[in-house]
Structure formats: structure tokens, C-alpha cells
Nanobody
Framework: VQLQASGGGLVQAGESLRLSCVASGSIFSINAMGWYRQAPGKQRELVAAITSGGSTNYADSVKGRFTISRDNAKNTVYLQMNSLKPEGTAVYSC?????????????????WGQGTLVTVSS
């Protein structure tokens, strides 16, 4: 299973970006999907997560500005980031909990994408 993230770039404070992450390979189903970020000199932190049923969870610092969504048919998770702030500069990575087995014989593992750099200038 591979996760390919895209959509990062350089923007000014207040602007928007949309990240995408596509999962491919031996996939029966995907449970939770999420976005994490790691700023220079800081630990990786959860930005947002979404279950297969569509329930979402956000870091307090992004609530009201970021929206996570997913297209189960395309094995894709998105992160719409509005009103970006300079402190949002980080490498954003996607994560997915993938069942590569079957309904009755699940084989579940966590996978990570390669990360995409988001730089927000002031």
C-alpha cells in the first residue's frame, strides 16, 4: 500500500491550500485517515482525522479553518486549509489505517505518505 500526498506549496498568510492524499495498492477497506504535520524543531502533531463513516476530529489550533474530507470510492483524503497562518508552516503527512485482508480475515496496518511541505509567509 502506498500513500501519495500532494498540494503543498508557498502561500501568504490568509490564503488557502487544499491537500490530497491517494491510497493505492492492496486495499480492501480503509478505516481512519488523517493528516499530521511537523514543523521545524517540533514534534509531529495530529491536524485532523476522519473515520470511514465521516466522523471528524481536529486540533484546536485549526478548528473552524481546516476541513478534512474523504472520497471512499477513490481512497482519497483531502484537507482544505483556509486562513492559513505562518505557524502552519510544516511538512504535512497523511496517514491511513488500511485493511488489506477481507471482512472476515482483516489484515490492518498503518501507512504513511511521504509528506508535502506547506510554507506560509507573513
Amino acid at each position: 500500500v502506498q500513500l501519495q500526498a500532494s498540494g503543498g506549496g508557498l502561500v501568504q498568510a490568509g490564503e488557502s491550500l487544499r491537500l490530497s492524499c491517494v491510497a493505492s495498492g492492496s486495499i480492501f477497506s480503509i478505516n481512519a485517515m488523517g493528516w499530521y504535520r511537523q514543523a521545524p524543531g517540533k514534534q509531529r502533531e495530529l491536524v485532523a482525522a476522519i473515520t470511514s463513516g465521516g466522523s471528524t476530529n481536529y486540533a484546536d489550533s485549526v478548528k473552524g479553518r481546516f476541513t478534512i474530507s474523504r472520497d471512499n470510492a477513490k481512497n482519497t483524503v483531502y484537507l482544505q486549509m483556509n486562513s492559513l497562518k505562518p505557524e502552519g508552516t510544516a511538512v504535512y503527512s497523511c496517514n491511513a489505517e488500511v485493511n488489506s485482508g477481507s471482512y472476515y480475515y482483516p489484515v490492518v496496518k498503518d501507512y504513511w505518505g511521504q509528506g508535502t511541505l506547506v510554507t506560509v509567509s507573513s
